[in-house]
């Protein structure tokens, strides 16, 4: 077997899919917006000579110029991720009744970064083209997710390896003791066309990310990911910027990896388990793994359908590796199979997968943020304060809302009838946990709307119960005048001013009563109560009460 340092990498590529939460708007953009329409703020915020612009869909072009490759696309998912992903055509669209609408995603793609290059800490460089930096944003869901594709041809293994573990950091964990930021880059430069630095990373920067965190109980980010997703800005500083963001849940980009060999049956069990959980490259005094290791590796994150190394033949030299963080795809450079970027993997790779990862990806940070605002919500409820609880009340009814259209519009548990893809999107669900962060969201939420319900009824019954308290001390009223009737006082023929008097004479106390009765219906219903139990005797009643009076004249005497 060759060296690992010795083997070449024919063709890399690297696409970085990272979801980040968009904060609210303080003022809903559109009609009736409550969450999840911030695409149209940046659609206000972006001119026309901006670096970010509107992505058309490719069913936006003329229908004649639909290509075989979209075609393949779209038939690859079942007909609801279909609709989730491309929307439907303009008559089911137009259809206000039974129509589904337009897609729910809304791309912006930036089109002025030519080149990344990277410069690793052993001193060398390499420069990577870059195919394609979107933004999708999501209706009705505050997020955005980065989708950064890159690539190159003849890269080293190793190089290939540092690639993968190095470049999508947003910032550093730590430093090395030579004052350089650990697992990160040595620097990251955007360029332009004609080579000219858009930005530049700023990892080794230490005093700027102790003194945010310190200030913020927050993380910036590198000075390169700040500047690409402008004008994005980050929620935790003192930037100015309606459209704001915030980290979901790790410094390390989920990402997807592309590598085409001479012969990859030539790599080891090492180098894949390298690439496939995206660690660094084999150093010197490295410990070896045990032979276990990989045994785990290969049954839990190794896709093998297209893997038969036994035959060594090119149409079984393909293999998938998937561990929730990283999807990873190597095969044979030149055959067809694998390195057509229309019909082989290479094109599933950029396409299809990329899709189905960035949906596995899509629903973890969704849920997160469910998972977040919930806890948020409860921890700004104040029992005693009215207000607070009606905030919370409120609060927790647009998350029940807002989860309902995220069940029905996006979850999906089933992707594809096509066997490879939809065994790739349950493994990656599988690793990533969705399933059981949906359960507990789901309990959540259910759970917080059980409290609401139980409330609302505690409210109503006790409501229920001082108004039957008046009623039953109106009654008594009520049935004296009844049966005495108007004819009491014989007032017609008395002076107008004199019968308002009278009117009024016998309002004001009686509204008075009325009111007393409601402040003490509580009490008056414990009485009522009280007096309705036929187990006590009529003597043993009223020695009760009166003893129980006097306890609560003794017990305000000392107060």
């Given at each position: 077997?060759?060296?690992?340092?010795?083997?070449?990498?024919?063709?890399?590529?690297?696409?970085?899919?990272?979801?980040?939460?968009?904060?609210?708007?303080?003022?809903?953009?559109?009609?009736?917006?409550?969450?999840?329409?911030?695409?149209?703020?940046?659609?206000?915020?972006?001119?026309?000579?901006?670096?970010?612009?509107?992505?058309?869909?490719?069913?936006?072009?003329?229908?004649?110029?639909?290509?075989?490759?979209?075609?393949?696309?779209?038939?690859?998912?079942?007909?609801?991720?279909?609709?989730?992903?491309?929307?439907?055509?303009?008559?089911?669209?137009?259809?206000?009744?039974?129509?589904?609408?337009?897609?729910?995603?809304?791309?912006?793609?930036?089109?002025?970064?030519?080149?990344?290059?990277?410069?690793?800490?052993?001193?060398?460089?390499?420069?990577?083209?870059?195919?394609?930096?979107?933004?999708?944003?999501?209706?009705?869901?505050?997020?955005?997710?980065?989708?950064?594709?890159?690539?190159?041809?003849?890269?080293?293994?190793?190089?290939?390896?540092?690639?993968?573990?190095?470049?999508?950091?947003?910032?550093?964990?730590?430093?090395?003791?030579?004052?350089?930021?650990?697992?990160?880059?040595?620097?990251?430069?955007?360029?332009?066309?004609?080579?000219?630095?858009?930005?530049?990373?700023?990892?080794?920067?230490?005093?700027?990310?102790?003194?945010?965190?310190?200030?913020?109980?927050?993380?910036?980010?590198?000075?390169?990911?700040?500047?690409?997703?402008?004008?994005?800005?980050?929620?935790?500083?003192?930037?100015?910027?309606?459209?704001?963001?915030?980290?979901?849940?790790?410094?390390?980009?989920?990402?997807?990896?592309?590598?085409?060999?001479?012969?990859?049956?030539?790599?080891?069990?090492?180098?894949?388990?390298?690439?496939?959980?995206?660690?660094?490259?084999?150093?010197?005094?490295?410990?070896?793994?045990?032979?276990?290791?990989?045994?785990?590796?290969?049954?839990s994150c190794c896709y093998d359908r297209f893997w038969v190394p036994e035959r060594r033949h090119d149409a079984s030299s393909t293999r998938m590796m998937c561990d929730g963080h990283a999807f990873v795809l190597v095969g044979k450079y030149g055959h067809g199979f694998f390195s057509d970027p229309y019909t082989g993997a290479l094109g599933q790779f950029r396409h299809q997968y990329f899709l189905l990862m960035m949906i596995a990806h899509f629903h973890k940070a969704a849920?997160?943020?469910?998972?977040?605002?919930?806890?948020?919500?409860?921890?700004?409820?104040?029992?005693?304060?009215?207000?607070?609880?009606?905030?919370?009340?409120?609060?927790?009814?647009?998350?029940?809302?807002?989860?309902?259209?995220?069940?029905?519009?996006?979850?999906?548990?089933?992707?594809?009838?096509?066997?490879?893809?939809?065994?790739?999107?349950?493994?990656?669900?599988?690793?990533?946990?969705?399933?059981?962060?949906?359960?507990?969201?789901?309990?959540?939420?259910?759970?917080?709307?059980?409290?609401?319900?139980?409330?609302?009824?505690?409210?109503?019954?006790?409501?229920?119960?001082?108004?039957?308290?008046?009623?039953?001390?109106?009654?008594?009223?009520?049935t004296v005048t009844g049966f005495l009737g108007m004819n009491l006082f014989d007032l017609s023929h008395d002076a107008t001013w004199l019968r308002l008097l009278y009117f009024f004479a016998t309002f004001i106390p009686i509204s008075a009563l009325t009111m007393y009765s409601l402040m003490k219906s509580r009490m008056l219903s414990e009485f009522l109560d009280f007096m309705s139990d036929d187990r006590m005797g009529l003597s043993d009643k009223f020695k009760t009460i009166?003893?129980?009076?006097?306890?609560?004249?003794?017990?305000?005497?000392?107060?």
């Amino acid at each position: 077997m060759a060296d690992a340092a010795e083997t070449m990498v024919r063709h890399f590529r690297q696409i970085l899919i990272w979801p980040l939460q968009l904060m609210p708007l303080e003022q809903p953009v559109g009609s009736g917006a409550v969450m999840g329409r911030h695409w149209e703020l940046m659609k206000e915020l972006v001119a026309e000579n901006s670096p970010w612009q509107m992505r058309p869909s490719v069913f936006d072009m003329d229908p004649l110029a639909f290509q075989e490759r979209h075609y393949r696309e779209f038939v690859t998912f079942l007909p609801y991720v279909q609709r989730f992903l491309y929307g439907e055509g303009a008559a089911e669209a137009g259809d206000g009744a039974d129509g589904y609408g337009g897609s729910p995603l809304h791309v912006f793609r930036r089109h002025d970064i030519c080149t990344v290059r990277m410069h690793y800490k052993d001193g060398t460089r390499q420069d990577f083209k870059v195919a394609h930096i979107d933004l999708y944003f999501f209706y009705d869901i505050d997020i955005v997710i980065l989708a950064f594709e890159i690539l190159a041809d003849n890269v080293p293994l190793q190089r290939a390896q540092d690639t993968l573990f190095r470049f999508g950091r947003a910032f550093p964990a730590q430093w090395d003791e030579d004052k350089t930021a650990a697992s990160c880059l040595q620097q990251v430069k955007w360029l332009d066309v004609k080579g000219g630095v858009i930005a530049a990373s700023d990892y080794d920067h230490k005093s700027k990310f102790l003194s945010h965190v310190g200030e913020f109980r927050a993380a910036p980010m590198a000075n390169h990911w700040d500047a690409l997703l402008r004008p994005l800005v980050l929620h935790h500083s003192t930037e100015l910027g309606e459209l704001r963001y915030r980290q979901i849940e790790y410094h390390r980009m989920p990402l997807m990896a592309y590598l085409a060999f001479d012969d990859p049956f030539d790599l080891r069990d090492e180098d894949f388990y390298r690439l496939g959980m995206v660690i660094r490259p084999s150093q010197g005094g490295d410990l070896p793994y045990t032979p276990k290791v990989f045994q785990e590796f290969e049954a839990s994150c190794c896709y093998d359908r297209f893997w038969v190394p036994e035959r060594r033949h090119d149409a079984s030299s393909t293999r998938m590796m998937c561990d929730g963080h990283a999807f990873v795809l190597v095969g044979k450079y030149g055959h067809g199979f694998f390195s057509d970027p229309y019909t082989g993997a290479l094109g599933q790779f950029r396409h299809q997968y990329f899709l189905l990862m960035m949906i596995a990806h899509f629903h973890k940070a969704a849920l997160l943020i469910f998972s977040d605002r919930l806890a948020v919500a409860l921890s700004r409820l104040q029992i005693g304060d009215v207000s607070s609880a009606r905030r919370f009340k409120r609060g927790i009814r647009v998350l029940q809302e807002v989860f309902l259209r995220f069940t029905q519009r996006y979850w999906f548990c089933e992707i594809s009838n096509q066997v490879v893809a939809d065994q790739i999107f349950h493994m990656a669900r599988r690793h990533l946990g969705t399933d059981t962060l949906f359960a507990e969201v789901r309990e959540s939420i259910h759970s917080m709307s059980q409290y609401l319900e139980n409330d609302d009824l505690r409210r109503q019954a006790d409501t229920v119960v001082r108004l039957t308290v008046v009623t039953i001390l109106g009654l008594v009223g009520t049935t004296v005048t009844g049966f005495l009737g108007m004819n009491l006082f014989d007032l017609s023929h008395d002076a107008t001013w004199l019968r308002l008097l009278y009117f009024f004479a016998t309002f004001i106390p009686i509204s008075a009563l009325t009111m007393y009765s409601l402040m003490k219906s509580r009490m008056l219903s414990e009485f009522l109560d009280f007096m309705s139990d036929d187990r006590m005797g009529l003597s043993d009643k009223f020695k009760t009460i009166k003893a129980s009076w006097r306890k609560k004249r003794q017990a305000r005497n000392k107060l």
